[in-house]
């Protein structure tokens, strides 16, 4: 051990992520649905413990749940969520969450530390009533009419319904007390194949990626499959085929190194197999840390689409359905990580963009925010075998709690 | 009129035409799905006009009209259907139905002519209900099992409710009689725009394409649209376009003067803006009436589907879900539509194969068969839109009744 000072119990962490795993476990991972059973328990399980690290278990309206403390001086915020994906792993959100807890078990008692750390568990980040619902919460962007509208996605379940069975209903939702905390960090599985094929420990997040969305139709002309001359047809579908290629054979020239674009949906009109498709549409994300790549990409998408119109026989229209700002991580954060990397992990750490969303993206917005990846086997994500190896989960724990600790040091 | 002989009444067969348009009226088209109040009301006129022709009418257990000859000497059966499409043309069906009873009306009781034409109206060609259900029912490929299976495609209704409206419950079904007719001859629009673009009157059908249809699946890799890198996907939504695009470039290098090709409908699984999709699916269909050229085709669809399969990053599968035989029409009716043309459209005639299905491909298997087509405005054909100049009706007409005659007389 290269320090002294005290670091994270590598088996207090791992019995602590399985205890969560065997809750609502489903074959090597979990089906822990927002306000489901399984997450209940998870929640009071959270609850339960967070008085051995020195802090006060509270849950507030919309199901976040909080340790604070009364210790004097400085406070960092930590944390992540404990529902998941439906038959999903066992370490999306819970990682973050036991990380967090572990930390201010070590760092709240020390005596050598001025200040705390204070947990938190934001709930629905995995977005099954929403999208972020608790840390949009927690900074101001959720309002009642949103909670009065909101429904599961799978079963239908009214939000107001789930709150009620959680015995929540009419509890007031905690906000962000401005000052209180000097930031907020994060620590996730990567979700991607980036440490592992680079044989990395930890991923030190520079930004999460901001998703802009488009709606590409092509317009065509409907006709009959057995008389229409190829010569004389409109194509639609043909069209967006060929809009595809393009995109994947010009994007790489303007891109930027971590730049990626999916074409996640597409239908052709009327969709039937004798009937030439006289509309065709797709729908099209770019995602990228810097808003300057996305603009260029966006127009190139928008030359293309004007060139393919002119050149026929199909037009071709671009609507833009979402921006996504991206979130940059605090600068002294990625530093205390780096730092933190090179005791306790060898210094096999990469700066790196987030390509998925993370609540810490909603924290930026009202104080200093920092993320830390651990590697993902096989970049295996939102599936039961998502996994990382034990040797990687505790020394993300080491390079988390010095992080912490070097933040509150600061 | 160069020719001294009785021919084609074309205001009688434009009044009819009209007549017919009027029942059931959709715009300039008509809206007479199969057993309609419409459809029914169109039937019943022509089993009121079929005794001017000479004809006893009667109607059968699935919906056929026959008009039926008791003169001596080779029978001649001319037709084709009264239904249409939702909200589609006029003529596409009740063309052929009016010129075979012109035909009737003009040889039956001409003293010169030996032997008579007969009238059919086959039920169902335009698929509510099945597929050629009348004309398969005739030529014996169609049991009571299916009739009890068959649904309306529209709104549900079973064909034996649909049948019972009509008082046609329990009734016998007429089917060939061997010996009973010379061959079959069918007039219909071209639903293309090979006649107009020509200039031309006459379309002679040497052949009524086979459809050959396929299902071709894309093997990729499900995985998150943001921390997935680009180099590391198999996005199987983007092979599926590469390969549209390929069959593209490389059908017309392989295929026949005439053939066509379509992709109608386009899946991805799970179709969702943020997955890459790991699955992809095309609908793809080769119309041609040349079997060498289809298989041609084929072997080239397979190989292509190696070779992206072995480029990777997608496993590429074809499987073949119907093989259409095309069906040829008789060099001898050909000969005479041809030299009726070069009477009553001054040889302006082609020679071209029917991309589109009709009756006659049915009748084709148990007797001669000949198709007349003729030119479609724009092209246009399943769409109320959907016309043929008044002038090009009457001359396909004249066209119609003299090949008519030289069939009986040869």
């Known amino acids: 051990m290269p320090d002294i000072r005290p670091s994270a119990d590598g088996a207090r962490v791992l019995a602590d992520l399985n205890a969560l795993r065997a809750i609502g476990a489903y074959k090597t991972g979990v089906h822990k649905p927002t306000f489901s059973e399984p997450h209940k328990?998870?929640?009071?399980?959270?609850?339960?413990?967070?008085?051995?690290?020195?802090?006060?278990?509270?849950?507030d309206g919309i199901g976040n749940v909080f340790g604070t403390s009364a210790k004097a001086g400085p406070k960092l915020l930590a944390g992540s969520h404990l529902e998941s994906q439906n038959y999903a792993g066992w370490l999306d959100g819970p990682l973050g969450v036991v990380y967090a807890l572990e930390?201010?078990?070590?760092?709240?008692?020390?005596?050598?530390?001025?200040?705390?750390?204070?947990?938190a568990a934001w709930c629905d980040e995995e977005g099954h009533f929403g999208s972020?619902?608790?840390?949009?919460?927690?900074?101001?962007?959720?309002?009642?009419?949103?909670?009065?509208?909101?429904?599961?996605r799978t079963?239908?379940?009214?939000?107001?319904?789930?709150l009620a069975d959680m015995g929540l209903a009419g509890q007031a939702r905690i906000a962000v007390e401005p000052g209180r905390h000097v930031g907020y960090l994060e620590a996730h599985i990567e979700q991607g194949d980036t440490l592992e094929s680079g044989q990395l420990a930890i991923g030190v997040v520079t930004s999460i990626v901001g998703i802009w969305q488009y709606q590409i139709n092509f317009v065509g002309e409907q006709n009959h499959a057995g008389t229409t001359r190829m010569a004389a047809r409109k194509d639609a579908g043909l069209a967006l085929a060929k809009f595809c290629v393009a995109i994947d054979e010009?994007?790489?020239?303007?891109?930027?190194?971590?730049?990626?674009?999916?074409?996640?949906?597409?239908?052709?009109?009327?969709?039937?197999?004798?009937?030439?498709?006289?509309?065709?549409?797709?729908?099209?994300q770019i995602r990228d840390d810097n808003p300057t790549v996305i603009a260029r990409l966006e127009e190139l998408l928008r030359t293309m689409a004007d060139e393919a119109s002119t050149n026929g026989p199909c037009a071709v229209i671009v609507t833009k359905l979402r921006t996504g700002a991206p979130a940059m991580m605090n600068a002294g954060f990625q530093?205390?990580?780096?730092?933190?990397?090179?005791?306790?992990?060898?210094?096999?750490?990469?700066?790196?963009?987030?390509?998925?969303?993370?609540?810490?993206?909603?924290?930026?917005?009202?104080?200093?925010?920092?993320?830390l990846f651990v590697p993902s086997i096989g970049g295996i994500s939102h599936h039961w075998t998502e996994n990382t190896a034990d040797a990687d989960i505790v020394t993300?724990?080491?390079?988390?709690?010095?992080?912490?600790?070097?933040?509150l040091e600061s």
């Open 155 to 162: 079963n239908g379940r009214t939000m107001r319904d789930a």
């Open 103 to 119: 930390t201010a078990r070590v760092l709240n008692r020390d005596p050598s530390v001025t200040g705390a750390v204070e947990v």
């Open 335 to 371: 530093d205390a990580i780096d730092a933190a990397s090179k005791i306790f992990a060898g210094g096999r750490s990469l700066r790196m963009p987030s390509g998925a969303g993370h609540d810490a993206q909603m924290l930026a917005t009202v104080m200093p925010a920092g993320m």
């Open 396 to 407: 993300g724990a080491e390079v988390f709690v010095d992080a912490c600790r070097r933040i």
């Open 250 to 284: 010009r994007f790489p020239a303007a891109c930027g190194p971590r730049t990626v674009w999916t074409t996640g949906r597409i239908t052709l009109d009327p969709g039937a197999p004798s009937i030439i498709p006289g509309g065709a549409e797709m729908l099209f």
């Open 132 to 152: 972020f619902l608790g840390s949009r919460s927690y900074i101001g962007q959720v309002t009642e009419a949103d909670i009065d509208a909101a429904r599961d």
């Open 41 to 59: 328990q998870s929640l009071e399980w959270l609850m339960q413990k967070l008085p051995d690290a020195g802090l006060g278990a509270v849950i």
